[in-house]
């Protein structure tokens, strides 16, 4: 029963929001957008549509990421101390760090498939590069879930997590590349955007499935997002050593 | 004679099919501790609820200061204090906002609210504590601010549901001080307990509710003398040997309860019962005489033992 | 013992409006606990702030390049000067639903913080009118700064626009009220899960983001979101011109808002006073 309806709401999550994402955004703006006066010459040539959905796997595996990597993994830490009933076995805080990677990869390839299906029922968004865009998102989603699951484990209450959400993860989904191409943004704003994981992960999301991304950026955007993610783990092994056996 | 501060006649509280309280009467005094002794389940914390105006009676009368709940709950609630069964007390606030904030809810000015708030922490002993969110509180300072805040609208009844469940000893003691102390002011308290013990510290009378029913009623020394003998005799004859020696035992006591681990004897000479027994050679594996209690009274009126 | 003719009476009276609403006293007290309550947490609230910048401003500097201008009555205004209104009606949602949901529901099983106000001479009409009124001010709050923000960036286009608070205040009232009602039946927190289900579509498919013609023949359908009243509302404000759709609109979010204090009280009563 309760699993049961924890695999209902995943399903909302996972093909209800990207299709009304699609709709409401995709399409909507996206017909605002394509009447604009200087649209397409922005867009290379793509509808608006398919530029914004392209980013939509990317952006998802954001959100879901990052949210798993704070609340419900606090919980291990703080509330329920499932983690510390682990290593009280032979399981060493790395492996409790390799688990839950392996944990937040699993639930983000569940998203990334969601929106991968429903794009593939779009004429312009069909392309054998989702199959690609899938791992994408899943190393997208791990660039932040990772990271920030270190940070979790070094805190004792939920309190920043709000402003973490607020000032870190909804600036990056506004201002990542997602919804324009960040040359739009000032020219002070765009190397920022470089840096961020989300940038990264919509360029490549979005090379692949509209087969527009030369072979050697692809490798740089995957080498940037494996950057956040190793070190990210790194982080963990040293948190959660410091967490469970101190 | 005053007249009574809580009356009720044929009280009943059912929900749905299950009748909690059933045809109940009882009168509670100006200025008595009152009990309500009973197991879980007895129908103890519904009647409180009524009492409290927090729960609708289903027939019967009830009225507390000479009130009806039905029409009046808000007047009656504002002049009764309340400490729940589980601590309600508001996590997002400290110990001396709890205090405050409730206040407030009377209607008491802020003024006056801070100036009894200070008081009544002394009183509890807790003003080291007042900017402290509650959270980290002990069970046993919780319930002291529970009682804390009750006690700031100068309430002239106190409804307290089970009011040392789950704390260590020590608390208790502190605990059962403090309302005695609020007995000797004069307060009156109404209670429910599942312990034999802290009926007997505090109550003046006491009721024993079994099944929704008054079962029995009286001072805590009456119900003892009335359903008891001055001392009871236990005995262990090791685990299956107990009914084994039941119809020679009976005849050294008043009564003889069986127990799955012990016989319990009811008897005004504890020791001579014993010394009896040794002499025709029934040796218990241990055998211990104490003060009988509320528990035996309980034992006797619903044929168990009282579990939590 | 009530009289049986007085009970009659009283019972055909609550058939329309529940009675816990004529015992409304003193809801401000509640509101004065979540004020002290949040004065710890100002910074949680003066952070909030910062959410309709971003978007204003992602907004500008991106979609309003691409899009251009958008007709709104017979004015032609800049996409971010239209987009803006239906932002600040959402945000004015947002905030009341949860402030009405997962807040209340915290208070409520976790917190139980309406078992011992109900052992007060609090009602539960003090208490579903006190929690609403919380979740209207920071509403206020909120609106305020978004109306601010907009100021700043050059978005506001009329001054008709200060009316957009009270806009604000109406939508926040109806959906706290509702939210509210709704969260009395939730049994868990998983149940909220399925907030997004209700909250999302709504934030994306009620003029928020593109005019109702855009829908071509079903632009009807619009008309059935009550977030869309509470934009039809601000936008008619920032433009300055109002047409007598502006009465449908407030009436829609007016129905709202009592119908769901009307059974936020009354669920209040049911489920705690047994």
């Known amino acids: 029963m309760f699993y049961r309806r924890i695999w209902k709401s995943n399903l909302v999550g996972a093909f209800f929001q990207p299709v009304l994402y699609l709709l409401g955004i995709g399409l909507g703006v996206g017909a605002l957008v394509d009447q604009g006066p200087n649209s397409a010459a922005v867009l290379d040539g793509f509808s608006y549509f398919a530029f914004y959905s392209s980013a939509l796997i990317a952006t998802m595996a954001m959100f879901t990421a990052s949210q798993e990597a704070l609340w419900p993994t606090m919980d291990g830490f703080q509330w329920s101390h499932a983690y510390r009933a682990m290593t009280s076995t032979p399981i060493a805080p790395r492996d409790v760090a390799t688990g839950l990677t392996i944990f937040y990869a699993a639930k983000t390839t569940v998203g990334a498939i969601g929106v991968a299906v429903v794009l593939a029922f779009f004429d312009e968004t069909r392309s054998w590069g989702l199959i690609g865009a899938v791992p994408a998102g899943v190393l997208t989603g791990l660039a932040f879930a990772v990271p920030l699951a270190a940070w979790t484990s070094s805190r004792t209450t939920p309190d920043s997590f709000p402003p973490i959400l607020r000032f870190i993860i909804i600036p990056m989904f506004l201002f990542g590349g997602a919804f324009y191409p960040i040359e739009q943004l000032p020219d002070w704003l765009e190397p920022v955007a470089w840096v961020t994981p989300l940038w990264h992960g919509v360029e490549l999301a979005r090379g692949s499935i509209l087969q527009t991304l030369p072979e050697g950026r692809g490798l740089l955007h995957v080498g940037v997002l494996c950057a956040y993610i190793v070190l990210g783990w790194m982080a963990c092994v040293v948190t959660f050593e410091r967490r469970l056996n101190p | 004679m005053n007249e009574p501060l809580i009356t009720a006649r044929s009280l009943v509280k059912k929900f749905g099919d299950l009748v909690a309280v059933d045809e109940i009467d009882f009168d509670v005094e100006q200025g008595e501790a009152f009990g309500f002794l009973g197991p879980n389940g007895a129908g103890k914390t519904s009647s409180m609820r009524m009492i409290g105006c927090v729960s609708p009676t289903t027939s019967g009368r009830l009225e507390i200061f000479g009130l009806s709940p039905t029409a009046d709950g808000r007047a009656i609630r504002a002049r009764i204090g309340v400490v729940p069964q589980m601590d309600q007390l508001d996590n997002e606030l400290t110990v001396l906002e709890n205090l405050v904030i409730y206040a407030r809810y009377f209607d008491i000015p802020r003024d006056v609210a801070r100036a009894r708030a200070a008081e009544l922490l002394e009183f509890v002993q807790l003003t080291e504590r007042k900017d402290d969110t509650v959270d980290p509180l002990s069970g046993g300072q919780k319930r002291r601010v529970s009682i804390a805040r009750s006690l700031i609208s100068e309430p002239e009844l106190m409804l307290l549901d089970e009011p040392t469940t789950g704390l260590d000893p020590q608390a208790r003691h502190v605990l059962w001080d403090r309302l005695y102390q609020l007995k000797e002011r004069g307060a009156t308290l109404v209670l429910t307990t599942h312990y034999m013990d802290e009926a007997e510290q505090l109550c003046d009378r006491l009721v024993v509710m079994n099944g929704g029913k008054i079962v029995a009623e009286g001072s805590p020394r009456n119900l003892i003398t009335t359903y008891a003998t001055r001392e009871v005799l236990e005995m262990r004859f090791g685990r299956g040997h107990n009914e084994e020696h039941v119809s020679e035992v009976s005849q050294v006591g008043e009564r003889v309860e069986i127990l799955p681990d012990r016989l319990l004897v009811y008897a005004h000479d504890g020791e001579g019962a014993l010394a009896t027994l040794r002499e025709r050679n029934i040796i218990p594996e241990s055998a211990l005489v104490r003060r009988s209690s509320l528990e035996d009274v309980f034992l006797r009126l619903t044929g168990r033992t009282l579990v939590d | ?274």
């Not at chain 3, 011992?116 to 609403?132: F, K, N, R, Y």
């Not at chain 3, 109806?174 to 909250?199: E, H, I, K, N, Q």
């Not at chain 3, 071509?216 to 359908?221: E, L, M, R, T």
């Open chain 3, 1 to 274: 013992m009530t009289a049986p003719a007085a009970t009659e009476r009283i019972s055909i009276a609550t058939r329309i409006i529940p009675a816990v609403l004529f015992d409304v006293r003193r809801p401000q007290r509640l509101v004065e606990r979540s004020l002290v309550v949040t004065r710890r947490g100002w910074l949680m609230v003066v952070s909030g702030f910062f959410e309709p910048l971003f978007y204003l401003l992602s907004i500008r500097v991106g979609l309003s390049a691409l899009v251009g201008d958008v007709a709104v009555g017979g004015d032609l205004v800049p996409y971010d000067e239209f987009v803006a209104p239906g932002l600040m009606a959402a945000s004015a949602m947002n905030g009341a639903v949860f402030d009405s949901t997962m807040n209340v529901f915290h208070k409520w099983k976790q917190a139980r913080l309406y078992d011992s106000l109900l052992a007060t001479p609090m009602s539960a009409g003090d208490i579903a009118v006190g929690e609403v009124t919380w979740a209207v001010i920071r509403g206020l709050l909120y609106s305020t700064a978004f109306l601010a923000t907009m100021l700043v960036l050059g978005m506001v286009g009329s001054l008709w626009m200060v009316l957009s608070i009270g806009a604000c205040v109406l939508i926040g009232f109806a959906f706290a009220a509702v939210g509210m009602a709704c969260t009395t039946f939730a049994r868990s927190w998983a149940d909220f899960d399925y907030l997004p289900a209700v909250t999302l579509p709504l934030f994306l498919f009620s003029a928020t983001f593109y005019p109702p013609s855009s829908y071509g023949d079903w632009s009807w359908v619009v008309q059935l979101s009550p977030l869309y009243h509470g934009v039809a509302l601000i936008r008619a404000a920032n433009v300055g011109e109002f047409s007598a759709s502006v009465i449908v609109n407030i009436a829609v979010l007016v129905g709202l808002a009592l119908v769901g204090i009307a059974v936020t009280a009354r669920r209040i009563e049911k489920l705690l006073l047994t």
